[in-house]
């Protein structure tokens, strides 16, 4: 069974842009789940897409939007990049409480 | 506010030795406890504990939860070099099984 796959792995991007990042879960996941990770802070939640609905978000900005396709695959997008948002951003995929982890995107704003 | 808190934040050992890596929690409508390995960038699900007293185990690592005490912790018998990682502890809570809040985690340095 293929695991949680992101692209792409690197980016770097300048202030003032924006950025997609992509997601596709386990086969037969539907939860699909979005994590920033920096060393200050550690791991943050940001949002989590069920069957295409948010079902629950974070406390970040409005610049931090997603959704998730009916093939379960969630896509990120951060607007108005800021060099704050530098870090690696983790997705998940969940099933029965269970949730893997892709290897991640690396986002460098410069 | 929901936090989980790992302790120590890190830990030098040598190989053979046995460790225990602590993570207490306060986070509302708590559904699990999981732990994670993270050596570069995924972290690796070790396991997930919802019943307190149960332990799990998978090879050298084995994890309990208690509760009542609101904590858990991770023990690695005979560790090795390949142990050498960050441990995270996360907690599942609130009305979504996505939504995961992490400890900071503890580094573990194992030495030949």
């Known amino acids: 069974k293929a695991g949680v796959t992101q692209t792409p792995r690197y980016l770097i991007k300048t202030r003032g842009q924006q950025v997609t990042l992509s997601c596709s879960p386990i086969?037969?996941?539907?939860?699909v789940s979005w994590y920033q990770q920096t060393p200050g802070q550690g791991l943050q939640f940001l949002f989590e897409?069920?069957?295409?609905?948010?079902?629950n978000k974070g406390n970040f900005p409005g610049r931090f939007s997603g959704r998730q396709f009916s093939n379960s695959r969630s896509e990120m997008n951060v607007s108005t990049l800021e060099l704050g948002d530098s870090a690696l951003y983790l997705c998940?995929?969940?099933?029965?409480?269970?949730?893997?982890f892709g290897q991640g995107t690396r986002l460098t704003v410069v | 506010e929901d936090k989980v808190v790992q302790s120590p934040l890190s830990l030098v050992v040598h190989e053979g030795d046995t460790v225990t890596l602590n993570c207490s929690y306060e986070?509302?409508?708590?559904?699990?406890l999981l732990w994670y390995k993270q050596e570069k960038k995924a972290p690796t699900f070790l396991f997930m504990l919802?019943?307190?007293?149960i332990e799990k185990k998978s090879g050298r690592l084995s994890s309990i939860l208690d509760k009542k005490e609101l904590f858990s912790i991770l023990n690695i018998t005979a560790t090795q070099t390949g142990d050498s990682a960050v441990y995270l502890c996360?907690?599942?809570?609130?009305?979504?099984?996505?939504?995961?809040?992490f400890g900071k985690g503890t580094k573990l340095s194992v030495k030949p």
């Open positions: 086969s037969g996941h539907r939860s």
């Open positions: 998940a995929s969940s099933w029965d409480g269970e949730a893997f």
């Open positions: 897409y069920f069957s295409e609905t948010q079902r």
């Open positions: 919802t019943s307190s007293g």
């Open positions: 996360a907690v599942g809570g609130g009305g979504s099984q996505g939504n995961l809040i």
């Open positions: 986070v509302t409508n708590f559904r699990s």
